[in-house]
Each structure stands twice: as C-alpha cells, then as structure tokens.
C-alpha cells in the first residue's frame, strides 16, 4: 500500500514563508511526476506546481516567483518552499504523485492534505 504523508502546514503572516514537505512510501516501483495542488472549501482542487522526474517544473501563474518546488528522489520526496506568502493562499495543500506499485501499474496518489493559513 502507497502512502504519502504531508507536513509543513501551519499558520503564517501575511509576507512569510513556509516549507512544505511530502515523502512517499510503500511498495514504490517508481515515481514520475510529483507535485502540489491546493484547495479551498467550496472551490476545485487546482495546480500549485509539479516538477517530472527530468526535472522539469510547472507552476501556477499565481505563484511563479513566491513558490519553488524540488525533489529529493533517493527520499522519494518532494517539497514546496512558500515565500511571500498571501492571504489568497491559504488553502488545504495535497500532495500528489504518479506511482508504479509492485502490480506494475502507473496510478495517481494524493497525500491526506495539510492546512496553510496567511493572516493579512
């Protein structure tokens, strides 16, 4: 069984970073891309960023230069550092990963979320 586990969430000012981490375990074959979305009640679960096992890095608009994704393969983690931080970002962050399991499918998992909270 695959699980992902979130930590990092919390409660920041308005102008303040946060780190967010995710690590993957189970019977993990391999992992492609991971990443992050957020979501807010009522509202639809949207892209945050993502970043490919080649690297490759996708962000929203609305957090290109505040947000940085990375990775830490051997760990098979994946992080979200969160700088100048906005009221509009408060949202519950998931962590998502495409994972082949030992059944030798490919299958998109989600992390159980984390809460971030920007205080204006």
């Known amino acids: 069984q695959v699980q992902l586990v979130e930590s990092g969430g919390g409660l920041v000012q308005a102008g303040g970073s946060l780190r967010l981490s995710c690590a993957a375990s189970g019977r993990i074959f391999s992992i492609r891309a991971m990443g992050w979305y957020r979501q807010v009640p009522g509202k639809q679960r949207d892209l945050v960023a993502t970043m490919s096992s080649s690297g490759g890095t996708n962000y929203a608009d609305s957090v290109k230069g505040r947000f940085t994704i990375s990775r830490d393969i051997a760990k098979k983690s994946v992080y979200l550092q969160m700088s100048s931080l906005k009221p509009e970002d408060t949202a519950a962050y998931y962590c998502?990963?495409?994972?082949?399991?030992?059944?030798?499918?490919?299958?998109?998992?989600w992390g159980q979320g984390t809460q971030v909270t920007v205080s204006s």
């Open positions: 998502t990963a495409d994972i082949l399991t030992g059944d030798k499918i490919w299958r998109d998992y």
